[in-house]
């Protein structure tokens, strides 16, 4: 069971979503696993049509939040979310519409990261806009919310309604996570997000994106609501390897992060290093 390296960080695992070969079993079995070991949240990755076969590069060849739904019910306390869900690619009615019900039947605990994308041969092959990915998200997840609280008619830039009625509206909150460490991310979190989903950076890297995120979010609309700041890293085994991704949880928990997801690489071995990496906080 892990100790509360983890207090107040969370450590988080990313699940080993990259092989078709991989039975949907196996992933409830490693998020059943996590739970009992200590971790909060199992995450999966995202991507619709890769332009090459699915593996380290490109993850997500189940559905995340269809799968997600799926866990819950093997899951009792574990939360469950997305690194992240490609939104850009996707309506938001209806992301909106599958989030609420994931958060529903899990008893809460959906957490829902959305990003821009970054494969524009994906864009191209499912007619998205890959220019405009950026704005897509910051007004996608305004009417998320929107609908989430219970709007009955909305009016925004890019999407609205003039009467609806949406359900099942979320009873605890529903966090909107959005990733990404560029300035224009930067911006679309400060703007519109409960939490920032950072990526490949070290806990300098990590600490100075933060601050700028922090004063960007003071100068914004959100300016006083909590930002929760969290981060990924990858162990795929390897002692000095191990000590090495140890000292960077310990360092990003420092510089400030609430939580940091860790993938343990491939599917064949992947739990025992989950298992592994669990014993060196214990």
Known sequence: MLAPLTDPTELRVVLPDESPAMEPGRLAGLAVQAERLGYGAVLLPDHLLPPEPYGAAFGGVYEPLTTLAYLAAATQRLRLGTSVLVLSLRDPFLVAK???????????????????????????????????????????????????????????????????????????PLPIAVGGTTDAALNRVAAVADEWHAFALDADGFASRLARLRALRDDGPLAGRPLRAGTRIEWAGGRDELAAAVESVQKLAAAGADSVAVWFGDHEGFGDRMDEFAAAFS
């Open 98 to 172: 599958q989030a609420a019900t994931v958060h529903r039947l899990s008893g809460g605990r959906l957490l829902l990261a959305v990003g821009a994308g970054w494969v524009r041969t994906e864009f191209d092959a499912v007619g998205a806009d890959y220019a405009g990915r950026g704005r897509y998200v910051e007004d996608a997840v305004r009417v998320m919310r929107a609908l989430f609280d219970g709007a009955t008619s909305y009016d925004g830039p890019r999407f609205g309604f003039e009467r609806g009625v949406f359900e099942p509206r979320p009873l605890t």
